[in-house]
């Protein structure tokens, strides 16, 4: 049994959108024995574009049935049916969203007819609903409407199981694909993080923290957490329920507020562990010594300073961008001698949260005590007014030791 669908949305940002419209044809492989076509009230207003693709306004929408209204009625119609769709993941996902809202979790097995239709008519121009449509002779009297895509689909799906009865080996039998709710979900919350750089809050259905995490690339991260398979992490993957990204401009601001916040909310998932800076110890050749994890620089005068690091990971990274970004010995040695004396009170900028935005870091009596953001149109000198948005931070070594790894990298650099 299969049930064709095809639903149209309200636009808006991921996650944020809703049905205003859906057509489901339930057909058991020679007729349609069933059928469902409705507007759908939103609960928010319709993109613009959206109206202008399909000619649905909010008006035509104020006396629709809400998606609660039509909910069981759309489990009946699916209920034992594979879903197919031209694009079916969209229509799939805004389906199981509306059913996440009601606390429902909706799950279904899937076919999609793009992927299938490449499988079983190679060589078409285009695989888009409107040019295969056209290409095959199927009748479209309106486009970006549900039910007249819907029918579409319908009639393409039709062609494809003739096509595919001639097969030794059933491409359609191959291409579904079985539901699993929690991959589903999983998938859902990894497309909807647009923010490359910063802090990511995974919380439950109740809003509670469970995990809060700082990456370089937040989207790779939080995929680390939902590819591991310990018994903890599984937990986490069943109870997750939005994933909050948060810009920061730069990893330093990154580490400061997961360190505060974490001491803060402590989340559930979570090791609680302050940031500890080993101690910076000359290596020689004795085994009882451990391995240390330090930059080793030369100073002005040939002088050896020991810059602590709280991984050595960390300190590698800050070395190679110090290789690769400085060339000149004699930039180097201005570095070399800046973070070997560090000044007693000075202000590093490093990136903001966008392009006309800055972060600045403030030192004062050789430590780092707090960082600020200011927009390009301010006048850094403006210190007093700017600094009253200070952001205080603890424990001021171990920042003070990052940042003096961020200025040799070149991330951070003086305020002149």
């Avoid at 960082?371 to 403006?382: E, K, M, P, R, V």
């Amino acid at each position: 049994m299969f049930c064709v669908l095809d639903i149209e949305g309200s636009g808006g940002p991921f996650g944020k959108e809703a049905i205003i419209e859906i057509a489901v044809y339930r057909y058991d492989g020679e007729e349609v024995v069933d059928q469902l076509i409705s507007l759908v009230h939103p609960h928010r207003e319709v993109q613009k574009f959206v109206t202008k693709m399909t000619g649905i306004t909010d008006k035509m929408l104020m006396r629709a049935p809400r998606f609660h209204e039509i909910a069981k009625r759309i489990v009946q119609i699916t209920e034992g049916a594979i879903i197919v769709g031209h694009n079916v993941e969209f229509d799939y996902r805004m389906l199981r969203q509306e059913f996440a809202r009601l606390g429902y979790p909706f799950e279904r097995q899937t076919l999609d007819t793009i992927d299938t239709a490449r499988e079983l008519i190679p060589g078409l121009p285009a695989y888009g609903l409107d040019k295969i449509s056209k290409e095959l002779g199927i009748f479209q009297p309106v486009k970006h409407r549900a039910d007249s895509d819907a029918l579409a689909t319908l009639e393409l799906f039709k062609i494809l199981q003739q096509k595919d009865a001639k097969k030794g080996i059933s491409i359609l039998g191959q291409s579904v694909i079985k539901g699993n709710h929690q991959k589903d979900k999983l998938n859902d919350l990894l497309r909807s993080i647009k923010t490359p750089r910063g802090l990511f809050y995974l919380h439950n259905h109740e809003g509670k923290l469970l995990y809060l995490g700082a990456s370089d690339n937040v989207k790779s991260a939080v995929n680390r957490i939902f590819l591991s398979d310990t018994k903890k992490a599984e937990k986490l993957k069943d109870e997750v329920y939005t994933v909050k990204t948060e810009a920061v401009g730069n990893w330093l601001v990154a580490r400061i507020k997961k360190q505060q916040e974490m001491a803060e909310a402590k989340p559930a998932y979570n090791r609680l562990t302050e940031i500890k800076l080993e101690r910076a110890i000359v290596a020689d050749n004795r085994s009882d010594v451990p391995r240390l994890q330090q930059v080793e620089l030369k100073a002005l005068g040939n002088k050896k300073y020991l810059l602590k690091a709280p991984s050595q990971k960390m300190a590698s990274r800050a070395l190679s961008m110090y290789g690769r970004n400085f060339k000149k010995a004699e930039t180097k040695k201005e570095l070399n001698a800046l973070v070997a004396e560090f000044p007693a009170e000075a202000i590093f900028i490093g990136a903001g949260r966008k392009k006309t935005e800055r972060c600045a870091f403030v030192v004062k009596k050789h430590e780092l005590v707090g960082y600020y953001y200011f927009s390009l149109n301010d006048q850094i000198s403006h210190e007093q007014r700017l600094a009253k948005n200070m952001t205080s931070i603890e424990p001021k070594e171990a920042f003070t030791e990052m940042l003096k790894l961020g200025v040799l990298s070149g991330e951070f650099v003086l305020s002149r």
